[in-house]
């Protein structure tokens, strides 16, 4: 209950995650589910959504609907 976290000025919780920790947790040209990435982070599913949206937005990664309420998320090939 009393949990030590720091918060912003308005009182928020303040995250510690970002968009590249999900990133670093991915194989280019893997397919990950969301679930099975917040498994592998041990964050919950919500919070990883969140990042991956923030990451499809970058254009960092790919997501491919296969069936309604499941996502499957693709890396791509990292260029250099």
């Known amino acids: 209950m009393g949990e030590n976290r720091p918060r912003n000025d308005s009182?928020?919780?303040?995250?510690?995650r970002s968009p590249?920790?999900?990133?670093?947790?991915?194989?280019?040209?893997?397919?990950?589910?969301t679930g099975e990435l917040a498994d592998n982070l041990g964050w919950p599913r919500r919070t990883v959504y969140e990042l991956l949206t923030t990451l499809e937005e970058r254009g960092d990664v790919r997501k491919k609907k296969p069936e309604p309420r499941r996502a499957i998320w693709i890396r791509p090939e990292d260029t250099a």
């Open 11 to 16: 009182g928020q919780y303040v995250t510690t």
């Open 20 to 33: 590249d920790d999900v990133l670093a947790a991915m194989e280019p040209l893997e397919p990950y589910t």
